[in-house]
């Protein structure tokens, strides 16, 4: 697994700014919103599947629910 931050993003869209509903990397919103202004008290640390096993395994643990959650 890898370390990733991602954050809330300003960006244009329609020819007006908003924020984005989602958080995202920096790699991944600059492909389409080459413009984006990060909203930096909004970061948040992910981890995220690295390898095929990891991604299965991470996929499966999705299904089944979080741990500890109370469900």
């Known amino acids: 697994m ?3 931050d991602v954050y809330f993003w ?3 869209w329609a020819g007006r700014w908003m924020t984005t509903h989602t958080r995202f990397s920096e790699e991944a919103i600059k492909r389409e919103h080459p413009e984006a202004v990060r909203i930096d008290d909004s970061r948040e640390d992910r981890m995220v ?4 096993m990891e991604k299965v395994l991470s996929h ?4 089944r629910g979080v741990s ?3 469900s």
């Open 60 to 63: 499966f643990k999705n299904m």
């Open 68 to 70: 500890g959650s109370g």
């Open 10 to 12: 300003q960006i244009q």
């Open 49 to 52: 599947p690295e390898t095929s």
């Open 2 to 4: 890898i370390q990733q």
